[in-house]
């Protein structure tokens, strides 16, 4: 059975940095990544990170946040940095199946920012 487990999120002050983790298990993942929603918004990429380590941003989070991955342990994170009350919203964790290329998404973690 395949689960993507996200943790991490909280509240915390602009300014202030949060690191977002997602256990991935059940299969191997290619590509994996982070996408947020906030209220009345579409959901929206943060960042991803292909198997070979290669990283793409959102041009809102250039510059702030950091993805890795641990493929030892099935795990990619998001370091965020100099968060800002827009940064607020659930932030999902999304991971492509290596050999079918279904994508899979996790539950989600509220990141709050207060301003």
């Known amino acids: 059975q395949v689960q993507l487990v996200e943790s991490g999120g909280g509240l915390v002050q602009a300014g202030g940095s949060l690191r977002l983790s997602c256990a991935a298990s059940g299969t191997t993942f290619g590509d994996m990544g982070w996408y947020r929603q906030a209220p009345g918004n579409q959901r929206e990429l943060v960042a991803t990170?292909?198997?070979?380590?290669?990283?793409n941003y959102g041009d809102s989070v250039k510059g702030r946040f950091t993805i890795s991955r641990d493929d030892a342990k099935n795990t990619v994170h998001l370091q965020m940095n100099s968060l800002k009350p827009e940064d607020t919203g659930v932030y999902y964790c999304n991971a492509r199946h290596y050999f079918s290329n279904q994508y899979y998404w996790g539950q989600g973690t509220q990141v709050t920012v207060s301003s």
């Open positions: 990170i292909t198997s070979g380590g290669s990283t």
